[in-house]
């Protein structure tokens, strides 16, 4: 079978990507929209733009320390990409990991205990596959070491729990416009914050920051352009195939690139993000549907978002009853023609090399690690049609 469906993805039309980079040349605006405009309809007061979501954390991570310059340490979940663990090594801190409960995917505070008094710079939420957090404890935690919450909702663009937007239950937030997030325009990243003086320190930290060069340009535009023609499960083993591409792959790479938002990234968010609550209210439906169907399976569960909770839900994380299980049920969706995702190779703690950057090395981290092993997704974007959840059922119950 050639057709293959994607794990994640938002539809784009070629019209549309084409349509952004003539805004760009003629520097055309949309209309009055602006980031701006983004970020007050989420309640922020400021918005930046960074080259991708770890570009934005990172950017965050330093201008936070311009405000407490003598806390080093940042509490991240252990069970989250790669990438934000990389943010932290680049910005020159140290890596506190906080366990993540398999049954909600929240995260448990109890780890900030063991930290010594005023070394807390942050803490980091995850808001995985578009869960919104309770961000609750994190923030109780934070407020007693005078540290900031940093609301990661590089996955949970339009995502709510209890009335508040995710990325904007802390003192920043960020949200990725990366492949496979819930609107994609290949790389991207977003800061949002309600706090002035966060927002100078991060604009101090953005104007050092140096453009990215036309040829970067040139390559971004050919992605987008590529994305738009080949993702659709018809033609998705093409792209598939190029390792260059690296669809899939999870790496721990402190030496990432930091530039600003990349002016046709910022063109093409704008004219899509009106589409994301439609896009969102697809992915939610699929969902509902797949964890209907797999309810009372006795091999697989799905975490439950809470019910104050509207989740964006850009990929629906499965967790299987154990290893074997799961690389069973992932070989034969292959085989079905979906391509399902073990998503993070290991917890953070796992990541080779990480010890160094610890503020308590070798530490574990229970759920985490049993998240690692067990968690994998399936797609429920838009291009997901009924005959393919109903394939993944069928998949799953033969399993
Ligand atoms: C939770 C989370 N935070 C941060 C990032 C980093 O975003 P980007 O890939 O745009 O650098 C990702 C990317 O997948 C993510 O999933």
Redesign the pocket.
């Known amino acids: 079978m050639f057709r293959l469906v994607p794990p994640a993805g938002t539809p784009l039309r070629s019209s549309q990507v084409l349509s952004a980079l003539r805004d760009v040349a003629t520097a055309n605006g949309h209309g009055k929209k602006t980031l701006e405009t983004f970020a007050a309809q989420l309640g922020a007061r400021y918005a930046f733009g960074a080259s991708?979501?770890?570009?934005a954390?990172w950017t965050i991570l330093r201008g936070l320390r311009r405000l407490r310059p003598q806390a080093g340490i940042v509490a991240l979940p252990a069970y989250?990409?790669f990438?934000?663990a990389a943010a932290v090594v680049r910005a020159g801190l140290q890596v506190h990991l906080m366990d993540v409960i398999p049954e909600t995917l929240d995260l448990d505070v109890c780890a900030a205990d063991s930290l010594p008094e005023k070394s807390l710079l942050c803490a980091v939420t995850?808001?995985?596959f578009g869960y919104a957090n309770d961000v609750r404890p994190l923030r109780e935690m934070a407020r007693a070491r005078n540290a900031f919450v940093v609301d990661?909702a590089?996955?949970a663009l339009g995502a709510w729990r209890e009335g508040k937007p995710a990325g904007m239950r802390g003192d920043v937030g960020l949200f990725?416009?990366?492949r496979g997030k819930a609107i994609s325009t290949i790389?991207g990243?977003l800061i949002v914050t309600g706090s002035e003086e966060i927002a100078k320190a991060v604009r101090e930290e953005l104007a050092l920051l140096r453009p990215a060069s036309a040829f970067h340009g040139a390559w971004l535009l050919l992605q987008l352009l590529g994305y738009s023609a080949l993702l659709r499960p018809e033609l998705y083993r093409i792209p598939r195939a190029m390792p260059f591409l690296k669809i899939g792959v999870t790496e721990f790479d402190p030496g990432f690139s930091v530039n600003g938002l990349h002016p046709l990234s910022h063109s093409l968010f704008l004219s899509l993000v009106d589409q994301l609550e439609a896009i969102n209210e697809i992915r939610r439906a699929n969902s509902a549907w797949m964890r209907e169907a797999l309810e009372g399976h006795p091999k697989f569960c799905v975490p439950q978002p809470s019910a104050n909770t509207r989740a964006t839900m850009v990929r629906l994380p499965v967790i299987a009853r154990d290893e074997d299980t799961r690389s069973f049920a992932l070989k034969r969706l292959r085989v079905a023609g979906i391509e399902a995702s073990a998503f993070y190779p290991s917890a953070i703690c796992d990541i080779e090399g990480i010890g160094a950057h610890m503020t308590n090395p070798p530490v574990h981290r229970a759920g985490a690690e049993h998240i690692a092993r067990t968690l994998f997704t399936l797609p429920v974007h838009p291009l997901v049609e009924r005959k393919d959840m109903e394939r993944i059922a069928d998949v799953l119950y033969s399993v």
Request: glycine fraction near 16%.
């Open positions: 991708s979501g770890r570009a954390l989250t990409c990438s934000v995850a808001n995985l990661d590089a996955q990725s416009l990366g790389e990243g």
